[in-house]
């Protein structure tokens, strides 16, 4: 009997084991699958950016955007049943109408804003709150507001157990910024508007710069920056994301 | 065949074509609800296939269905009334996105699912009609004349329908007409046993009790308005419906609209609460709350369409596409004398008008506001008075502009005729002023720049550089055109209200580069370099190297809104990674790519028959030319709607009403089409048949002819008259052209009858594909031709058909 019992035992053991390896093995394989896929949406926004050079007047994006865009787990940000896709370099609906951004755009718009180590930039529109992860990767402190309840808890829940504790996340309306915490060196607004919230213009550090992605949820017409300068005057410029001319010939 | 037939069932088959016409004009409105009007285009086009599908079915099938024809017919009409309102709500739930579709695999896929559960309602119709023709093939004439007489009263009935209920209750409502079709053949075909009329009756009540539950019309999340009442405390708290659109009354009471496009970078306030105004969940315009703090209002200065109030005072003022009210509250707030302020849409007047009066101040009934319910052309084409300011607001969201949804809409705001009467219409030293969305690269903007210049020419001005003054903010342009000069103390105050806010100037007579793209600064100065070029010989060379289309639109093409040119389609695709997606214009794009699909599906259909079908390959029939046969009716297919579609366009420009027109202009074609199949019985015999058609394409050639000769004239003869005048004139026009035009295809189905009967069906297909194919081609040869060519296409067709009905069905 005991002998039996123990067998048994050991079996169920034995079984739970094997489960738990195969799953593990799954775990890491997946994991590995992930990393692979997003080093190759890195390569694929790096040959991009070449072409787009013409606009951004480099070659390149900065080196820290791309080891930011390299090491944060986008999968991580979208719905299960989107997962698979979320490396490929296009938006992905999220849910509530909303959707994450194509990954070539968050790099670019991270690139436009300059981003170093010791700066604080604020967001409007968290959505997956995957653009405030790169951020977070990037500068010291990143506050991020949703209007939309339940994505604002996700997002804000999805932050956490990321371990991005530099960024706070805010539920409510980013019409007027977050003024307590301002001025910001930079700010990004991806939230429709009908215009640029003048609040958000005042909080802006002379010297900083904001960029606003300009068209429909799926695909981004046009990035409009928008730039104070050390006086305090406030200017727009206005960038195609894509290299296109739009004459044929020499002009 | 049969002894002592009964009477066709006229009144069932009418009932049927006028439910089915009701439902295709129902679905294009619901789906430009749910959807986006250009998708709602190709679904419906592609639906309308089931015609050809019906001929190919019931090709293979009538000898085994006509000896059972009342059950045959019941069966399929009472199908109808199931799969109208059963199919959509099935459709509907398809959770389709097109901005993904070139994507994401799984759209395409849903796309084509859509299509297929639509075709359904078609195919049930069709085959009833098809076997109606096969079966009383002695009196084809007679019941395809029912069939056209029925569609002529549901493309009326259903523009009242929509005037009266919800888009959701017309589809029960159409279910249920579906049904009642069927009970009321079982009545005129006293079908046995009779207890089946009373089941059917029956029957037709179930889609008026369907749980409201699933009749909520399921739209996108994509959606302007349902993208808004994802904000907390937004509610939409007042609905309206008519044939013009949903209307769509919401409410934010936690987080203010603040719907002020365009604002400067430099202003400090932001706008009193707003109500939001939606057409068609979509398209957004806002009635702002009445105040008294003059300071509130001050955005309204901060914007590019504040320019004109600027540079005179305009006492006399009219502004097109009111909408809610922005561009009258803008005026006012700059001390506007009077205001005529033009909108066709009544149920959005009367919301700021009655619903709303107090909340917007009693903006629309203040003394010197009137506001007129007309459609834009048509008041400024009417009208005799003269203007200070002629203001078009932006009328159109920036969302739907921005992706090139309305490049298959025909618009005649802004063709060149367009401002040439606009600019009749000012005063000494007054003003047109345009606003539009900035695109990148531009389009609106400096289309509409050439077309100003051109208008300026056509009019016989040729110094037209010093009366056009163009300004930009990052989101928004505005065109001024003058009927003088600008002078040059005009152009300082120009000078400075743009500095003041931020804007760019692009043009204004004596401009210099250095003052251009200071402020919103792009690559190049594209809008200034576009604006002198335009102004200068080169423009021509510029029109043909830019890689978006810049041609100004005319009313004999007007598409203002294609900018598509195939030479930047592959460099644009090839940009697809980096989000060159926006790029496309995809209104053209989706006509071509419903071309191509209508083509392969009806090729497939048409064929189809001929090799599976012993009957069609028979003895009795292997002399009879396929290819002659197909000929006459492809033909004849295509030029019947080519002329319809362009006569329609014609006659919007005379009853100024876009739906009124179109209702009223296909109601008349299928009425007298409908008379003239029915005439043509007397020639549907074997000794007559050829004057009959001879007669009959003769009479359509030579009014064709003339009509495109005379109707312009004549139209701005006549324009004074009231238009209950101009409706009956257009009735009359329409009769003898549209008379003629009934007559070829009953009496070709008339000798096919005689001669192969079994062909008729396989001719009823080969019909409704080339129906499908003629509305598409139709458009594409607007866009590039004008309809004066789609005109001059249909009556060549009608000619080949004739020579084809002369030379008879035989194999040469």
Redesign the interface.
């Known amino acids: 009997m005991n002998i039996i019992m123990c067998l048994c035992r050991n079996r169920f053991v034995l079984l739970i084991l094997s489960v738990f390896v195969l799953l593990m093995g799954t775990f890491t394989q997946a994991q590995e699958n992930y990393t692979k896929a997003r080093q190759a949406m890195i390569k ?1 926004i790096e040959a ?1 950016a070449r ?2 050079s ?2 951004i007047n480099k070659k390149e994006f900065d080196p820290k955007v791309m080891a930011a865009m390299s090491k944060v787990p986008r999968h991580e940000f979208v719905p299960w049943q989107e997962r698979l ?1 979320a490396y ?3 938006p992905l ?1 999220i849910g ?3 959707t994450i951004s ?1 990954p ?2 968050v790099a670019l718009m991270t690139d436009l804003l300059k981003p170093e180590r010791q700066q604080k930039v604020l967001e409007v529109g968290t959505g997956s709150g995957y653009q405030a992860a790169i951020l977070a990767e990037l500068v010291a402190e990143v506050f991020t507001i949703e ?3 339940p994505l604002g808890n996700q997002a804000k829940e999805r932050l956490k157990q990321l371990n991005y504790r530099n960024v706070t996340v805010r539920i409510g ?1 980013g ?1 007027y910024g977050w003024e307590e915490q301002g001025p910001f060196d930079g700010i990004v607004v991806t939230a ?7 609040p958000l ?1 005042q909080q802006l550090k002379p010297g900083g710069r904001m960029v606003i992605p ?9 990035l ?1 920056l ?1 730039e104070k300068d050390a006086k305090g005057n ?16 020499k ?1 | 065949m049969m002894e002592n037939k009964k009477p066709p069932p006229f009144y069932s088959i009418a009932l049927l074509s006028a439910s089915s016409l009701a439902y295709e004009v129902l679905l294009m409105r619901l789906f430009s609800i749910i959807q986006w009007h250009h998708f709602a285009y190709m679904i419906i086009s592609l639906a309308l296939l089931g015609y050809g599908a019906s001929g190919t079915f019931l090709s293979l099938t009538a000898h085994r269905l006509l000896p059972r024809f009342p059950l045959a017919y019941l069966g399929n009409v009472a199908m109808f009334g199931l799969s109208a309102v059963g199919c959509y709500l099935i459709a509907q739930q398809v959770s389709f ?1 097109p ?2 579709i070139l ?2 695999p799984n759209q395409p896929l849903r796309l084509l699912l859509i299509y297929l559960v639509l075709t359904l309602p078609f195919f049930f119709v069709a085959n009833g009609i098809g076997l109606a023709l096969t079966h009383y093939r002695g009196e084809i004439t007679r019941v395809y004349a029912a069939d056209l007489l029925g569609a002529s009263i549901g493309s009326l009935s259903i523009v009242l329908l929509l005037f009266l209920v919800y888009p959701a209750t017309a589809l029960q409502i159409l279910g249920t007409l579906g049904f009642a079709a069927a009970a009321l053949a079982s009545w005129e075909l006293k079908y046995q046993p009779r207890r089946i009329a009373l089941v059917l009756i029956l029957l037709s009540f179930t889609p008026l009790m369907l749980p409201a539950g699933w009749l909520a019309l399921a739209i996108s ?2 959606k302007g308005m ?2 808004s009442l ?3 405390g937004t509610r939409i708290i007042d609905e309206y419906s008519s044939p013009l659109g949903l209307i769509s009354v919401m409410e934010s009471s ?2 203010p609209l ?6 400067s ?6 706008p009193p609460s707003q109500l939001g105004v939606f057409t068609d969940a979509d398209a957004m315009t806002v009635i702002t709350a009445h105040t008294d703090e003059r300071d509130k209002l001050s955005y309204l200065d901060q914007v590019t369409s504040a320019l004109p109030y600027h540079i005179n005072k305009p006492e006399k003022i009219l502004i097109l596409g009111a909408g809610g009210g922005a561009e009258v509250l803008q005026a006012n707030y700059h001390g506007a004398g009077h205001i005529d302020a033009v909108e066709l849409n009544p149920q959005i007047i009367d919301l700021v008008r009655e619903k709303y009066k107090d909340f917007a101040g009693g903006l629309y009934t203040a003394a010197n506001v009137d506001v007129h319910i007309a459609e834009a052309r048509g008041f400024v084409s009417g009208s005799a008075e003269r203007y200070d300011l002629i203001q078009i607001a932006l009328l159109d969201s920036f ?1 739907a502009s ?2 090139g949804l309305y490049s298959l809409s025909e618009n005649y705001l802004y063709t060149v005729q367009a401002l040439q009467e606009y600019l009749a219409r000012l005063s000494p030293g007054g003003m047109l002023a345009i606003s539009r969305w ?5 389009r609106d903007t400096l289309k509409l720049f050439a077309t100003a210049v051109e208008a300026l020419r056509q009019s016989g001005i040729d110094e037209s550089g010093n009366r056009l003054v163009l300004i930009r903010g ?2 928004t342009s505005t065109l001024l055109v003058k009927n003088s000069p600008f002078s040059e103390k005009e152009i300082l105050g120009i000078k400075k209200f743009c500095e003041a806010r ?1 804007f760019d100037t692009a043009y204004y007579p004596g401009i210099t580069a250095a003052e251009t793209n ?6 190049e100065p ?1 809008f200034f ?1 576009g604006a002198q070029v335009l102004l200068s010989d080169e423009a021509a060379t ?1 029109l043909q ?4 289309n810049l041609q100004p639109a005319s009313d004999d093409q007007p598409y203002f809104f294609h900018f598509f040119k195939w ?1 930047a389609l592959n ?2 695709l090839a ?1 697809r ?7 496309l214009e995809w209104g053209y794009l989706i006509l071509i790519a419903t071309l191509i699909q209508a083509l392969i599906a009806s090729v497939v259909l048409i064929l189809l028959p001929l090799l599976l079908s012993r009957r069609l390959l028979n003895k009795k029939t292997k002399n009879i030319s396929h290819s002659r046969i197909s000929g006459y009716f492809i033909a004849l297919g295509l030029a019947f709607l080519f002329i319809e579609i362009a006569f329609i366009q014609k006659f919007i420009l005379f009853l100024h009403h876009p739906l009124y027109a179109t209702a009223m202009v296909l109601a008349s074609f299928l009425l007298f089409a409908g008379l003239g199949s029915a005439w043509s019985q007397r020639y549907a015999n074997p000794q007559s048949d050829k004057n009959g058609v001879k007669g009959a394409v003769t009479g359509i050639i030579s009014v064709g002819l003339l009509y495109l000769l005379a109707l312009g004239p004549l139209f701005s003869m006549l324009n004074w008259l009231p238009i209950f005048m101009k409706v009956i004139i257009s009735v009359l026009l329409i009769a003898p052209l549209a008379f003629c035009m009934g007559m070829p295809f009953p009496l070709g189905m008339a000798r096919l009858g005689k001669a192969a009967p079994a062909f008729i069906p396989w001719v009823w297909g080969v019909n409704g594909c080339a129906s499908v194919l003629s509305a598409v081609i139709a458009t594409i040869l607007a866009i590039h031709f004008g309809f004066t060519v789609v005109v001059i296409s249909a009556l060549m067709l009608y000619g080949m058909a004739m020579l084809v009905f002369n030379g008879g069905w035989g194999k040469e």
């Open positions: 694929e991009d072409i787009t013409f606009y896709s490929a370099n296009r609906p509530h109408g909303q194509q070539y755009i209007i939309i309840e309306d019409y429709a508007s009908s215009h640029i919230p003048p213009i300009v068209g429909s949820r799926f695909m981004v017409q046009q409009v928008v406030v200017t727009t410029r206005q960038i195609l994301p894509v290299r296109f001319v739009p004459l044929t010939g002009h | 996105n901005e993904e994507w994401d999340p994509y349902n993208q994802q904000i907390s936690q987080i603040r719907h002020a496009p365009g604002l970078l430099n202003a400090s306030g932001e969302g921005s992706a900035i695109k990148l690269p531009p990052w989101q931020s200071r402020y919103n600064v792009l690559a594209y370099q510029y190297n830019y890689k978006f030479g460099e644009i940009l990674g980096q989000g060159g997606m926006p790029l």
